[in-house]
T-cell receptor, first 110, second 115 residues
């Protein structure tokens, strides 16, 4: 199906490990985003990308790395996972001002 | 910095009621505002995108209004149904103007419509 696909759906990892969350879109939208959703904080922007090879920080970028070598893929890497990074991560793309979200990755860091 | 607040945090109503969800934002220099729906364990779905020039947008039983001068938006749901049960979030551009997806979200209103 067309849209945004995130993988894995669930992930459990340990403190200090590197983790990569995948995001793939089939629309060829220029803009892509990573948000995290936490109780008490709502959704917060981690990183975004305006096009292939163009990325920029959002509100809470520390501890995360992104890349975008192809328009359709926007992986998010936690270089050394911490318990505070336990969250639900959403990838999104936009056309104009309208956002389209993936189903999310629930990440637990033990 | 944009801040978005939603009231009430939760709402439980019987089927058939008309209801209003409220959203306020601090930076009124925005060109638009969006309302989203989130079902448990799912991603967000965009419901309505209101341009500041429009002031109001309708989709089926949903109507959203935007008043930049007062920093407020409302989502009106007519004749509520159990299938409307979900969390509703509003979101405004981070730094005023347009956002191209860089949004500040409210905490959401959890709506339960019981038969």
């Amino acid at each position: 199906d067309a849209g945004i696909t995130q993988s894995p759906r669930y992930k459990i990892t340990e403190t200090g490990r590197q983790v990569t969350l995948m995001c793939h879109q089939t629309w060829s939208h220029s803009y892509m985003f990573w948000y995290r959703q936490d109780l008490g904080h709502g959704l917060r922007l981690i990183y975004y990308s305006a096009a292939a090879d163009i990325t920029d920080k959002g509100e809470v970028p520390d501890g995360y790395v992104v890349s975008r070598s192809k328009t359709e893929n926007f992986p998010l890497t936690l270089e050394s996972a911490t318990r505070s990074q336990t969250s639900v991560y959403f990838c999104a793309s936009s056309v104009g001002e309208k956002l389209f979200f993936g189903s999310g990755t629930q990440l637990s860091v033990l | 910095k944009q801040e978005v607040t939603q009231i009430p945090a939760a709402l439980s109503v019987p089927e058939g009621e008309n209801l209003v969800l409220n959203c306020s934002f601090t930076d009124s220099a925005i060109y638009n505002l969006q309302w989203f729906r989130q079902d448990p364990g799912k991603g967000l779905t965009s419901l309505l995108l209101i341009q500041s020039s429009q002031r109001e947008q309708t989709s089926g039983r949903l109507n959203a209004s935007l008043d930049k001068s007062s920093g407020r938006s409302t989502l009106y749901i007519a004749a509520s149904q159990p299938g409307d049960s979900a969390t509703y979030l509003c979101a405004a551009p981070n730094a005023g103007g347009t956002s191209y997806g860089k949004l500040t979200f409210g905490q959401g209103t959890i709506l339960t419509v019981h038969p």
